[in-house]
């Protein structure tokens, strides 16, 4: 397996992934956790190309195969995040309360069209052209007893109605930073 | 333990090699099973599922492709429910992507259409998906045709088992998985490909082919791949 | 379906090209057999405005593409007893179905004033509005024979003309296949 | 951190734990699991350490897991030496200083207390906390605790997760220790085998067969993983498993991996569960600390090492093989079996899974042994499981419940039921590989054999409980949908299969299906059942499989009748509110039209749509209000008095006749076709103004002296006058509808004669027999049937009536004849044999009756009427009665207590409901339903066994109200048109109405207007109209606040 000699990585980089390859090597799940840890310690919270090349140039593993399961896993992202998240519960108790029309709501509110999704239609990660928001839904929270439920930047908001959603994005929109 | 066991197929008795799958103690006595995914020399996955048969005593069909035969099973290859299932699972895939066989480099030579005229495939009951998907020409002696692929992965293994390449494997998941080239390069800007041919020998079907080949011309040396498997020892 | 009255035949030339007509005749011998018991009532082999009532077998060869298509396709289906669709075209909707992938409004701007050099307009009197999809004969109208092929074999075609005439089921399993 | 190595270290340990768990100064414990942070816990524990920091309380401040009612929550445990531990529920940052005063001065809040534990079991230990209180019910006396019994969650919301030390307090690695001491693996296997623990991930697979095939299995390396990928939705009872309790997953995969041989662990845990994974990362650092886990375990020579790896959205990988292939570095595409992952699992070495609840019953079974394990739960699978209760249902939460608990349990009686107004229809269990069970099977024990057997299964334990609003045909899709988008797309028949099986619920949602469809839809789940190569693809069809068989009517509807009941698809309606409104009216068009001030457009739209605008306006009971979209802002658009008030200004406003008019010029031409209409009541005048409509000559055929059925003959006065009926019958006499007064079909004429003068008829008599009631003293004088009276009344018939009356019911008659008999100068009192919310009645009517002096008695049912010297009434005595099971009607029954309690009165009034008359029906010849002894008519045509006969209105739906009885009147007309003329007319009947379809740029913020009703004193004492309508401007704002829900992307 060459090595990807035509990857220019930044130093800190090619570092921050030789000492994930180094401490995981071997365990259980080792892919994946490098990968959310890659993805986490990105400022905008994805997985560009030439990182995918270089881990799988480290760990001798085929680039198809590394490519398979970053396009498997919902969670991993090969387009930039925007700076603020808005995920919506899809759970079936939060489907039976109405959630999917805060969906529509708020990607209404955002601009985001039909088209403008990539990857599977049902998955609806959709960014706004600014950068700003990232729309995304997810199978279940696991918050069932709050349905509906949606996720503001890491924060839990339960019981949500289209009013109080709309609010906080908007604040979200305002805000300068 | 002798190495010879007999199991029954569709009432008669067949004697079989202990550890060989019932796909191929079936195919070494003659009978066909249907199947698209499987090939000898290479792992069986049971991705399509047209090799599932009804073992007695066992209440859910079993992929006879990957279930060893064991002294004593009795299976039956054809009943009215499997045919209606294999019937089933051909109409989903040529529904599934844009199988124009009339213009296809493999009419009359595709595993798929062959099948379909074997069970009797008159027409698809189910509405064809017309999915927008692209050819991929860039690799000087070969074509990949997303249309005509049904992700059987006969490809992907003989890449990574046979050839040890390991270029192709299947991106993205349930109806949106497509065949990816490393990472999601084109074909002709593949870093490991050896342009041995392999895929394309190994293909059921029109998705990959070799260039200059027109309509009804692209006729597939399937045993060779075996041939070398078998020579190189490749599983079972 | 024997009996002494004439069978009324009728077949119909869709978003096709004409091949499954051209393999009907190719059926050779058989034509002569067919004229004794068979009336030939509309198609483009005959000279019929309207499609008649009471039709006994009717052959459709090509897919459903414009609203035209529609139209006709339901016309025989209210007025025929037995509908064959004749040809992967009307069976599959084939070739025509290689354009549903791009919009209408696009492909008709790429045709008829990208790709025209004189006269450039999309043709708008006269003509039957495209359908968002072609697709299959099945898909419009309760289809009750296919017959694959393109062209669809003349034997397969023979054969299920003369299971009808002689009032049995045709079983087409390893006489036809697709393309 | 000391390591435990000897007997001694671990009860120094164990001491020290119990210190913290019982302390001196008083313990206080937010509960904090990521629901409970969700409902604002986390503010309330720092508000909670600055007080006590503040005041310089020695109080114990810890952090706990979920104790399990997540609609209490924030809940906080408070313990005083000597005092029970007390639960407090719904506690905010703002009752922190409160608390603390009560706490600091020993007393406990009683207000804020849910429910009390004075000692608590947690198998591998006790804990005394102490008594008193006796006022405060104990934890497992409320309803929501009732019958659980908490094996799993023995120690969840009680100690603190991130403290090994509380979990050694409260008999923590107990079992481990004496496993390793006693050092015989294949006991403990065959205690696991003896218990026979099943599987509690859903296959319900034995755990202990697993376990000693993985023991038997010669490899140099075994693994044991703990799946916690929990995918389903609808399923979080893991999560809090482990955020409440994460040794007692550790332990037990401890135990396992000694017992088998293995010596590496590995928790698969979603990624969605960060404070999961951030808990079980500190505990397994604790007891690698603490020598418990990692190298020479307790100083006993076995090491096993465990490690933590977070799954990364994908549901299939919680199939086994594919969990393997993710922790080997692929994607999560499922592998066939053979091979089982118990000969070659991950790596090709042998591995064994289990569920995360699973493991944590391992720890029970080895301190209190297989015996004590299979006294819960049923026969064939002992031992609880968890499940977590959600959805329409009022109190949710996680229950932990041994197998074997009948369904109606969990909705009706932990959950309390559906929320007021709503009425439980099924209970979904197993997520997407389960099934929606009808309320009809609640009876059903769960258990894996039981709900197999109805086409579901237990899968992880999700119930999530639906109502009326809830349409099963979407529930199935919205499965498909999660399943097909969750599909890893190795095998054809799901990649497919799903695909196409969606396209096909997407054309039923959209009202597009074909009959075909129904068809095709069975036979792709079969194939999809019996081909898929995993769990996933096995068990996708089953919520379709069982809608199609327990709601096929509900798919029939979507068909057919291009309708959803529920309202949820949308393309199948013009808007919610015209979907909830039995006639269908295009409310949001004559709200633009109104706003428009096109008053007279808006009537024309109105009237077409109901031609009795203005009694319905007074009497409907209002479904569209809840189904408003407007309530998701503040309240429902008052839609109702809007077309009300319309109405009355047509009316009164002058130009009535030239309105007429205008609605004669859409009359279709004579058809020549001459129909019959048996009994004018709302029913049949609203089939005849359509049948006239459309060009038919109709002839209506009526026993009383005038037209108007129930409106003119039943509704009082002040409800809705009498002059407001004639204006609306005037509009029906001038298309030319004829009446035959005093005719009683059967006897003036016989059904046979109208067959043979007309070419349709329609039997709409209404329900005007009493409903026989079991009651002693019903033939003493002064005992009346509220029809019969208020029909006399409003023939101006003199009735003779008591001073003090009683009525006996709690439905709209009820209310009537209580009203009317107050106006009448009588002291009036009704007893209801149920709560108040479970009345029929309308509410704006059962308050306006208090208001004006009417006084209620609710859980009594009639035992006895007095009778006094000469005959006449003098009391009625009533049972009391408390609320027992839940019946089908999905409200309690009621159960004499024998109390009897006694009233006064000279009068009694039985309003308990009208039936059909059955004398009727059998001498119509026609034919009936067996059971509910009700006309047998087509759902679609309501034509009956005799053709062109038709019938609708209560006649065949049983006492129901107005609006819902008109809606079968319209429905007959259009059907009958249908045969009648043998092609759909119906559509052209309506004229085009120009009116906006553009959003409301700016939707206006006033609230929700109300009719003003006068003040009781004074309309208590005569009969004029009780309530004045809308003023014209409270109706323009009203129409203003309309959202109109009716434009959508395709339609403008």
């Known amino acids: 397996m060459m090595v990807a000699d035509s990857v220019e990585l930044k130093r800190e980089d090619r570092e921050f992934i030789d000492s994930l390859v180094s401490k995981h090597r071997g365990r259980p799940g080792m892919l994946l956790t490098i990968l959310e840890s890659i993805q986490e310690n990105h400022p905008q919270r994805y997985l560009p190309d030439d990182f995918l090349e270089y881990l799988a140039a480290r760990m001798g593993m085929p680039t198809a195969q590394v490519y398979s399961v970053v396009t498997f896993y919902s969670l991993f992202n090969l387009k930039p995040q925007g700076k603020h998240t808005v995920c919506i519960c899809r759970g079936t108790a939060c489907h039976t309360r109405g959630s999917l029309r805060l969906l529509e709501g708020v990607r209404l509110q955002l601009g985001l069209r039909e088209g403008e999704e990539e990857g599977s239609a049902d998955k609806m990660t959709g960014t706004t052209a600014d950068g700003k928001f990232t729309v995304r839904t997810v199978a279940c929270f696991g918050q069932c007893a709050l349905a509906p439920v949606a996720e503001v930047d890491h924060r839990i908001l339960g019981h949500v109605n289209e009013r109080a959603l709309e609010r906080e994005v908007e604040y979200l929109r305002k805000a300068r930073r | 333990m002798d190495s010879k066991i007999t199991i029954r197929i569709d009432g008669e008795l067949v004697k079989a090699d202990r550890g060989s799958t019932i796909f191929e103690t079936a195919k070494a006595a003659g009978k066909r099973i249907p199947g698209l995914c499987n090939m000898k020399g290479l792992k069986p996955v049971g991705a399509c599922r047209l090799c599932m048969v009804e073992v007695a005593g066992v209440n859910r069909l079993l992929p006879s492709c990957t279930t060893p035969a064991q002294e004593g099973m009795s299976v039956t290859i054809h009943s009215a429910r499997l045919d209606a299932y294999r019937k089933q699972a051909l109409e989903l895939l040529l529904s599934e992507r844009n199988h124009v066989c009339a213009v296809c480099v493999s009419n009359g030579h595709c595993e798929l259409q062959s099948l379909a005229t074997a069970l009797g495939v008159t027409n698809v009951r189910y509405g064809y998906r017309y999915p927008k998907l692209g050819v991929d020409l860039s690799h000087p002696r070969y074509v990949l045709d997303h249309n005509r692929c049904i992700l059987c992965t006969r490809c992907v293994r003989v890449c990574a088992e046979v050839e040890g390449a390991h270029v192709w494997d299947i991106a993205g998941r349930g109806i949106h998985s497509m065949l990816t080239c490393e990472m999601n390069r084109t074909w002709g800007g593949s870093r490991n490909c050896t342009s041995c041919g392999k895929c394309v020998q190994v293909c059921p079907t029109g998705a990959l082919a070799e260039k200059g080949f027109a309509v009804e011309e692209m006729v597939k040396r399937t045993t060779s791949v075996e041939r070398l498997a078998v020579v190189r020892g490749g599983s079972r | 379906m024997s009996g002494q009255a004439k069978v009324k035949l009728a077949t119909a030339w869709l978003d096709g090209c004409s091949g499954c007509h051209m393999s009907l005749l190719d059926v050779d011998e058989l034509l002569v057999a067919l004229v004794e018991r068979v009336e030939l009532v509309y198609g483009p082999l005959v000279d019929a405005p309207e499609y008649p009532d009471a039709v006994d077998v009717a052959l459709v060869e090509g897919a459903v593409s414009s609203v035209g298509d529609q139209k006709l396709a339901q016309t025989i289906r209210a007025k025929t007893r037995i509908l064959i669709s004749l040809g992967d075209c009307a069976v599959t909707s084939n070739v025509p179905s290689m354009r549903n992938t791009i919009p209408v409004q696009k492909l008709l701007e790429r045709v008829y004033i990208e790709g025209a050099d004189a006269a450039q307009a999309i043709p708008a009197d006269g003509v039957p509005a495209l359908l968002r999809h072609a697709v299959p004969l099945a898909d419009v109208v309760k289809v009750d024979i296919h017959i694959p092929g393109c062209p669809p074999k003349p034997g397969a075609i023979a054969h299920v003309l003369t299971s009808l005439l002689d009032g049995k089921k045709p079983e087409l399993t390893g006489l036809v296949k697709f393309g | 951190m000391k390591r435990i190595t000897d007997l001694s270290s671990f009860n120094a340990a164990h001491e020290a734990g119990l210190k913290k768990l019982l302390p001196a100064a008083g313990r206080i414990a937010v509960g904090m699991g990521t629901c409970g942070v969700g409902n604002g816990a986390e503010g309330l524990y720092h508000a909670l350490s600055d007080g006590i920091q503040g005041r310089g309380l020695g109080f114990h401040l810890a952090q706990v897991g979920c104790y399990g009612p997540c609609s209490e929550e924030p809940l906080v445990n408070v313990w005083l030496p000597g005092k029970p531990l007390v639960i407090l529920h719904k506690v905010q940052a703002q009752d922190v200083a409160a608390l603390l005063d009560d706490l600091s001065a020993g007393r406990i809040p009683e207000e804020l207390a849910l429910c009390k534990v004075e000692e608590w079991d947690h198998i591998t230990g006790r804990v005394k906390y102490g008594s008193g209180l006796p006022d405060l019910p104990k934890w497992d006396e409320i309803p929501f605790f009732a019958g659980q019994s908490k094996i799993v969650l023995r120690n969840c919301g009680l100690i603190n997760p991130?403290?090994?030390?509380?979990?050694?307090?409260?008999?923590?690695?107990?079992?481990?220790?004496?496993?390793?001491?006693?050092?015989?693996?294949?006991?403990?296997?065959?205690?696991?085998?003896?218990?026979?623990?099943?599987?509690?991930?859903?296959?319900?697979?034995?755990?202990?067969?697993?376990?000693?095939?993985?023991?038997?299995?010669?490899?140099?390396?075994?693994?044991?993983?703990?799946?916690?990928?929990?995918?389903?939705?609808?399923?979080?009872?893991?999560?809090?498993?482990?955020?409440?309790?994460?040794?007692?997953?550790?332990?037990?995969?401890?135990?396992?991996?000694?017992?088998?041989?293995?010596?590496?662990?590995?928790?698969?845990?979603?990624?969605?569960?960060?404070?999961?994974?951030?808990?079980?990362?500190?505990?397994?650092?604790?007891?690698?600390?603490?020598?418990?886990?990692?190298?020479?375990?307790?100083?006993?020579?076995?090491?096993?090492?465990?490690?933590?790896?977070?799954?990364?959205?994908?549901?299939?990988?919680?199939?086994?093989?594919?969990?393997?292939?993710?922790?080997?570095?692929?994607?999560?595409?499922?592998?066939?079996?053979?091979?089982?992952?118990?000969?070659?699992?991950?790596?090709?070495?042998?591995?064994?899974?289990?569920?995360?609840?699973?493991?944590?019953?391992?720890?029970?079974?080895?301190?209190?042994?297989?015996?004590?394990?299979?006294?819960?739960?049923?026969?064939?699978?002992?031992?609880?499981?968890?499940?977590?209760?959600?959805?329409?249902?009022?109190?949710?939460?996680?229950?932990?419940?041994?197998?074997?608990?009948?369904?109606?349990?969990?909705?009706?009686?932990?959950?309390?039921?559906?929320?007021?107004?709503?009425?439980?229809?099924?209970?979904?269990?197993?997520?997407?590989?389960?099934?929606?069970?009808?309320?009809?099977?609640?009876?059903?024990?769960?258990?894996?054999?039981?709900?197999?057997?109805?086409?579901?299964?237990?899968?992880?334990?999700?119930?999530?409980?639906?109502?009326?609003?809830?349409?099963?045909?979407?529930?199935?899709?919205?499965?498909?949908?999660?399943?097909?988008?969750?599909?890893?797309?190795?095998?054809?028949?799901?990649?497919?299969?799903?695909?196409?099986?969606?396209?096909?619920?997407?054309?039923?949602?959209?009202?597009?299906?074909?009959?075909?469809?129904?068809?095709?839809?069975?036979?792709?789940?079969?194939?999809?059942?019996?081909?898929?190569?995993?769990?996933?693809?096995?068990?996708?069809?089953?919520?379709?499989?069982?809608?199609?068989?327990?709601?096929?009517?509900?798919?029939?509807?979507?068909?057919?009748?291009?309708?959803?009941?529920?309202?949820?698809?949308?393309?199948?309606?013009?808007?919610?509110?015209?979907?909830?409104?039995?006639?269908?009216?295009?409310?949001?068009?004559?709200?633009?039209?109104?706003?428009?001030?096109?008053?007279?457009?808006?009537?024309?739209?109105?009237?077409?749509?109901?031609?009795?605008?203005?009694?319905?306006?007074?009497?409907?009971?209002?479904?569209?209000?809840?189904?408003?979209?407007?309530?998701?802002?503040?309240?429902?658009?008052?839609?109702?008095?809007?077309?009300?008030?319309?109405?009355?200004?047509?009316?009164?406003?002058?130009?009535?006749?030239?309105?007429?008019?205008?609605?004669?010029?859409?009359?279709?031409?004579?058809?020549?076709?001459?129909?019959?209409?048996?009994?004018?009541?709302?029913?049949?005048?609203?089939?005849?103004?359509?049948?006239?409509?459309?060009?038919?000559?109709?002839?209506?055929?009526?026993?009383?002296?005038?037209?108007?059925?129930?409106?003119?003959?039943?509704?009082?006065?002040?409800?809705?006058?009498?002059?407001?009926?004639?204006?609306?019958?005037?509009?029906?006499?001038?298309?030319?509808?004829?009446?035959?007064?005093?005719?009683?079909?059967?006897?003036?004429?016989?059904?046979?004669?109208?067959?043979?003068?007309?070419?349709?008829?329609?039997?709409?008599?209404?329900?005007?027999?009493?409903?026989?009631?079991?009651?002693?003293?019903?033939?003493?004088?002064?005992?009346?049937?509220?029809?019969?009276?208020?029909?006399?009344?409003?023939?101006?018939?003199?009735?003779?009536?008591?001073?003090?009356?009683?009525?006996?019911?709690?439905?709209?008659?009820?209310?009537?004849?209580?009203?009317?008999?107050?106006?009448?100068?009588?002291?009036?009192?009704?007893?209801?044999?149920?709560?108040?919310?479970?009345?029929?009645?309308?509410?704006?009517?059962?308050?306006?009756?208090?208001?004006?002096?009417?006084?209620?008695?609710?859980?009594?049912?009639?035992?006895?009427?007095?009778?006094?010297?000469?005959?006449?009434?003098?009391?009625?005595?009533?049972?009391?009665?408390?609320?027992?099971?839940?019946?089908?009607?999905?409200?309690?029954?009621?159960?004499?207590?024998?109390?009897?309690?006694?009233?006064?009165?000279?009068?009694v009034i039985l309003a308990v409901g009208e039936t059909v008359d059955l004398d009727f029906l059998k001498a119509s010849g026609l034919k009936l339903k067996e059971k509910e002894k009700m006309l047998d008519v087509s759902p679609f045509t309501l034509e009956t066994s005799r053709s062109n006969f038709y019938a609708g209105g209560d006649l065949i739906s049983g006492a129901s109200n107005v609006s819902n009885a008109m809606g079968y009147g319209k429905k007959a007309a259009r059907n009958m048109d249908q045969k009648l003329m043998g092609a759909f007319r119906w559509p052209k009947l309506w004229p085009e109405f120009e009116y906006s379809m553009v959003p409301p740029a700016h939707v206006s913020e006033c609230r929700r207007h109300h009719i003003h009703e006068l003040p009781a004193d004074e309309r208590a004492k005569g009969f004029m109209e009780a309530v004045t309508g809308l003023t014209a401007v409270e109706a323009m704002e009203e129409t203003g606040r309309c959202l109109r829900c009716d434009i959508r992307e395709g339609n403008h």
């Open chain 4, 162 to 907: 991130g403290d090994i030390e509380e979990y050694l307090a409260v008999g923590g690695y107990q079992a481990l220790y004496k496993v390793l001491i006693d050092a015989n693996p294949e006991m403990v296997i065959e205690q696991i085998k003896a218990a026979k623990l099943r599987g509690r991930g859903g296959a319900g697979y034995q755990t202990g067969l697993k376990w000693d095939m993985l023991r038997k299995a010669v490899a140099d390396q075994k693994y044991l993983i703990c799946n916690a990928d929990e995918g389903d939705p609808g399923a979080y009872m893991n999560r809090n498993e482990i955020e409440g309790d994460p040794h007692g997953l550790i332990e037990g995969m401890v135990i396992g991996g000694y017992v088998t041989g293995a010596t590496e662990g590995i928790l698969y845990v979603r990624a969605e569960y960060p404070l999961a994974v951030h808990r079980l990362n500190l505990a397994i650092q604790e007891a690698e600390e603490r020598g418990l886990l990692g190298e020479n375990i307790l100083g006993r020579g076995f090491s096993f090492k465990l490690s933590l790896v977070e799954g990364a959205g994908a549901f299939v990988c919680g199939e086994e093989t594919a969990l393997i292939q993710s922790l080997e570095g692929r994607a999560g595409r499922p592998t066939p079996r053979p091979p089982y992952p118990a000969e070659s699992g991950l790596w090709g070495t042998p591995t064994n899974i289990n569920n995360v609840e699973t493991w944590y019953n391992v720890a029970p079974i080895v301190v209190k042994g297989p015996a004590w394990f299979t006294e819960t739960g049923s026969p064939k699978s002992p031992g609880t499981k968890v499940f977590s209760l959600v959805g329409k249902v009022q109190r949710t939460g996680l229950v932990e419940m041994p197998l074997g608990t009948p369904l109606k349990t969990f909705v009706y009686d932990i959950g309390g039921g559906a929320p007021p107004m709503k009425t439980v229809k099924s209970v979904q269990t197993g997520g997407p590989s389960g099934g929606c069970i009808p309320k009809e099977m609640f009876d059903t024990p769960v258990d894996y054999e039981t709900l197999a057997q109805l086409g579901s299964i237990m899968g992880s334990g999700g119930m999530v409980v639906m109502d009326e609003d809830n349409c099963m045909v979407d529930v199935a899709r919205y499965f498909i949908e999660f399943t097909h988008s969750e599909s890893c797309g190795k095998c054809v028949p799901c990649r497919v299969g799903l695909d196409q099986m969606l396209a096909i619920l997407n054309r039923f949602t959209a009202g597009k299906a074909t009959e075909a469809d129904l068809g095709m839809l069975d036979e792709l789940s079969r194939m999809i059942r019996d081909m898929s190569l995993c769990g996933l693809g096995q068990t996708a069809p089953n919520p379709v499989l069982t809608t199609l068989r327990h709601f096929r009517q509900e798919f029939e509807d979507h068909l057919r009748a291009h309708r959803c009941r529920a309202g949820v698809c949308e393309n199948l309606a013009l808007s919610p509110c015209e979907n909830s409104c039995p006639l269908h009216m295009n409310i949001p068009r004559f709200l633009e039209l109104l706003k428009a001030d096109r008053l007279e457009d808006a009537f024309l739209s109105v009237v077409m749509d109901n031609p009795l605008p203005a009694s319905t306006g007074r009497v409907c009971q209002h479904p569209c209000d809840n189904r408003c979209r407007r309530a998701g802002i503040d309240e429902a658009v008052n839609m109702r008095d809007v077309h009300c008030y319309i109405a009355d200004s047509i009316y009164k406003g002058g130009r009535y006749d030239e309105m007429i008019e205008r609605v004669l010029q859409h009359r279709f031409p004579p058809t020549g076709r001459k129909v019959a209409i048996v009994g004018a009541g709302p029913t049949g005048l609203t089939c005849a103004f359509y049948l006239a409509m459309m060009g038919h000559s109709v002839t209506v055929y009526e026993n009383n002296a005038d037209a108007g059925g129930m409106l003119r003959y039943a509704l009082p006065e002040y409800r809705l006058p009498k002059s407001v009926l004639d204006d609306e019958l005037k509009l029906i006499y001038r298309l030319g509808v004829e009446f035959v007064f005093n005719s009683v079909v059967g006897e003036t004429i016989t059904l046979n004669d109208l067959s043979t003068m007309y070419d349709g008829v329609f039997l709409s008599i209404g329900t005007w027999k009493e409903t026989w009631v079991y009651l002693p003293g019903t033939e003493l004088k002064g005992v009346l049937h509220a029809l019969p009276f208020l029909e006399a009344l409003s023939k101006e018939e003199q009735v003779p009536l008591g001073r003090k009356v009683v009525v006996i019911g709690g439905g709209n008659a009820a209310i009537d004849s209580a009203r009317t008999a107050l106006r009448m100068g009588a002291e009036v009192t009704v007893i209801y044999r149920r709560e108040r919310k479970d009345m029929p009645a309308i509410p704006e009517e059962t308050e306006a009756a208090e208001d004006e002096g009417v006084k209620y008695v609710f859980l009594a049912a009639p035992h006895r009427i007095v009778s006094g010297e000469e005959g006449g009434v003098v009391a009625i005595e009533c049972a009391k009665t408390t609320l027992g099971e839940f019946d089908s009607s999905g409200r309690r029954k009621p159960v004499p207590t024998g109390e009897i309690q006694r009233f006064e009165c000279d009068t």
